[in-house]
């Protein structure tokens, strides 16, 4: 079974940077795509960005598209989400996640997800 493991949480400013990471382990994913999804206190989960199995599409919500990029290394088995001009709004925790389907901005199709890491904005 593969596993999914997030990284490159933490606290910053308003209008600052941070690098998420996302390590699979147990399987190659090459063959997937892959996807960020965030959760805010009280909220559902929502879609961020999605990257299909090559890498050679992607796909954003409205909310960051312009100052969020997700890019994948399927060498390394491993995909970023990069994340800039950050926004109070944007605290959540954030999951990786991998589905057969691309692309996919719901839940339903992920068949693998990992245990999530904590970005947090300060204003």
């Known amino acids: 079974q593969g596993q999914l493991v997030e990284s490159g949480g933490g606290l910053v400013q308003a209008g600052g940077s941070l690098r998420l990471s996302c390590a699979a382990s147990g399987r190659s994913f090459s063959g997937y795509a892959m996807g960020w999804f965030r959760q805010a206190p009280g909220r559902d989960r929502e879609f961020v960005a999605t990257?299909?199995?090559?890498?050679?599409?992607?796909y954003y919500a409205d909310s960051v598209r312009g100052r969020f990029t997700i890019s994948r290394d399927n060498a390394k088995n491993t995909v970023s989400l990069q994340m800039n001009s950050l926004k109070p709004e944007d605290t959540a925790i954030y999951y990786c996640?991998?589905?057969?389907?691309?692309?996919?901005?719901?839940?339903?199709?992920?068949?693998?997800w990992g245990q999530g890491t904590q970005v947090t904005v300060s204003s």
């Open positions: 990257i299909s199995a090559s890498g050679s599409s992607t």
């Open positions: 996640a991998a589905s057969e389907v691309y692309p996919f901005v719901r839940e339903g199709p992920a068949g693998y």
